[in-house]
């Protein structure tokens, strides 16, 4: 009958006494630098820090998704500077407003690279060599392993080793047979997955610092029937890679045709957003054909690299612009940026540069479906059932040519006089005549802009593919055991040792049990085969 026995063990799994004698203290020696050197970039590259740099990086990018950033939102650090003025400075000199580049959080990329290279190359090369070793000589005593088992065979000992051979090489462990013992080992995939895992966590970083070198982004508001290039000087916006100069930008056009929004009407979550959808048409290169896309939210349009988004929309009222002399100086959309007001409640200005005598100026809000409340004008619904705007005129110098760059969505006042007491409502087809007969406003309809992100990001898809390569390796190491099983034959009796050198989630006793079992069944077929042929 096969016996199981399970002595004392270490914490690595091994036989408690083989452990003692490894464990004991090397003697005291003076240490150099040479030594702490060694010592530091063994305590870089340990698993340990590797882990707390990694969660020391997730850490810092928490303020670069909280915070305004200065290549992101230049306009939204500004207003957070005006709303906490005594806090922004010293969030300034942490750097958390712009936090990807900032040098500490360079700090901590380039020692989670550097760590992750110190433990990676050595054990490529470890397991290369591990690879191609033999499994270690079998223990003299194999019932001091933690499992072991033993029983009798009537096979000489050489028939019985290759009926083990053939039953451990049929469950896909690598064999070393010397003499009269069999050791055989299974689970080399584990340390494969593991060292895949590191290996695509590198890759990762290696991803991002692609995109940061030689990806791009910008954004540009587009009213509805405008077109716009991807060249620098026709975006809004332009944040370039460290390695990107922004001459060889992919040359497409892209045109507006129609911008569609839906809004849940009723319920809870009435005014809520239901569907957004940017008809645009666009060209690929100058003079190549036109083709037609529907850009959503999480549905953007590539072209040619770079993957256009749809991450925001506003209304621009139609306006025009009559001076003294009765001559039209402004007949165009104009957008008007959505504020923290709900159910976009929005401002703008007008500028009519070219009205004579004296240029004239118009801060105003637009109210999408406009309600009187207290005295107060307030939207109850984003989408324009009842458009509304309330205009302030000014008359004077507007300071474009005062050499100091202006704001299109910002008036200066300083070297003008406002010309109306109080802010003048207007409906559309409605016009608003100027006192002293400087001229007139009409507000003609109201339009839509949407707010178009471009980006292109060379490390994308290879970050895309080292993450599902991370997971793979992750599930590799956590469901691959590394385990050893050892057979010797001493005269008629068989003995059977295992050892499993990472066994947390168990099981393994399990598998030696059945593993023994079968060994044992096999040697019993063949000693009764042999007992036939004999008779």
């Given at each position: 009958m096969t016996e199981l026995r399970t002595p004392p063990v270490d914490q690595d799994?091994?036989?408690?006494?083989?452990?003692?004698?490894?464990?004991?203290?090397?003697?005291?020696?003076?240490?150099?630098?040479?030594?702490?050197?060694?010592?530091?970039?063994?305590?870089?590259?340990?698993?340990?820090?590797?882990?707390?740099?990694?969660?020391?990086?997730?850490?810092?990018?928490?303020?670069?998704?909280?915070?305004?950033?200065?290549?992101?939102?230049?306009?939204?650090?500004a207003q957070y500077y005006k709303s906490h003025p005594s806090l922004a400075p010293f969030l300034n000199h942490l750097g958390l407003f712009n936090v990807f580049a900032a040098?500490?959080?360079?700090?901590?990329?380039?020692?989670?690279?550097?760590?992750?290279?110190?433990?990676?190359?050595p054990r490529t090369f470890r397991l290369a060599g591990s690879a191609r070793a033999r499994p270690p000589r079998a223990p003299r005593h194999l019932n001091k392993l933690p499992q072991s088992a033993e029983y009798s065979t009537a096979l000489a000992p050489e028939p019985a080793l290759e009926v083990a051979s053939r039953v451990l090489a049929g469950h896909g462990f690598r064999l070393r047979q010397e003499g009269d013992w069999i050791s055989s080992e299974k689970g080399y995939l584990r340390e494969a997955g593991n060292l895949l895992f590191h290996l695509a966590l590198l890759g990762v970083l290696i991803s991002v610092a692609l995109g940061g070198l030689f990806g791009y982004k910008a954004d540009r508001l587009l009213v509805e029937k405008g077109t716009f290039a991807n060249t620098t000087s026709d975006l809004d916006v332009f944040r370039p890679g460290r390695l990107v100069t922004g001459t060889g930008l992919p040359p497409f056009t892209i045109t507006l045709d129609k911008f569609n929004a839906s809004y849940i009407s009723s319920g809870p979550q009435q005014g809520q957003p239901a569907a957004f959808d940017a008809h645009v048409t666009y060209t690929a290169h100058p003079g190549g054909p036109s083709r037609t896309f529907d850009i959503q939210v999480n549905h953007p349009l590539n072209i040619d690299g770079a993957n256009v988004y749809l991450i925001g929309h506003g209304y621009a009222p139609v306006f025009r612009v009559t001076d003294a002399r009765g001559h039209v100086v402004y007949d165009q959309a104009t957008a008007f940026l959505n504020g923290s007001a709900a159910n976009l409640l929005s401002q703008g200005v007008i500028k009519a540069t070219d009205a004579q005598p004296e240029q004239l100026g118009f801060s105003g809000v637009f109210v999408p479906t406009a309600i009187d409340v207290s005295g107060t004008l307030a939207s109850i619904f984003p989408a324009p059932d009842?458009?509304?705007?309330?205009?302030?005129?000014?008359?004077?110098?507007?300071?474009?040519?005062?050499?100091?760059?202006?704001?299109?969505?910002?008036?200066?006042?300083?070297?003008?006089?406002?010309?109306?007491?109080s802010p003048q409502l207007l409906q559309p087809g409605q016009t608003l005549h100027l006192p002293g007969g400087r001229g007139s406003i009409t507000f003609v309809g109201v339009q839509q802009w949407a707010s178009l992100?471009?980006?292109?990001?060379?490390?994308?898809?290879?970050?895309?593919?080292c993450g599902m390569a991370a997971l793979a390796g992750l599930l590799l190491s956590f469901l691959v055991r590394r385990r050893r099983v050892f057979v010797r034959v001493r005269g008629s009796v068989v003995q059977v040792g295992g050892l499993a050198r990472t066994d947390a989630s168990g099981g393994f006793e399990a598998e030696f049990a059945s593993l023994a079992a079968e060994l044992k069944s096999a040697h019993q077929r063949e000693s009764s085969q042999q007992d036939t042929e004999t008779e």
């Open positions: 799994g091994f036989p408690a006494e083989a452990a003692s004698e490894q464990s004991r203290p090397a003697p005291a020696t003076a240490h150099g630098a040479g030594d702490w050197l060694r010592w530091a970039w063994r305590q870089l590259t340990s698993m340990r820090i590797a882990l707390i740099l990694l969660f020391l990086l997730a850490l810092g990018s928490i303020p670069g998704s909280m915070l305004p950033q200065e290549g992101v939102d230049p306009g939204g650090v040098p500490w959080f360079a700090a901590i990329y380039l020692l989670l690279f550097t760590s992750l290279v110190g433990c990676v190359v009842r458009p509304m705007v309330s205009l302030i005129a000014y008359v004077g110098d507007l300071g474009m040519n005062s050499g100091i760059s202006q704001s299109i969505y910002q008036l200066d006042t300083t070297r003008m006089h406002q010309l109306t007491a992100a471009i980006t292109h990001d060379p490390g994308q898809v290879p970050a895309l593919i």
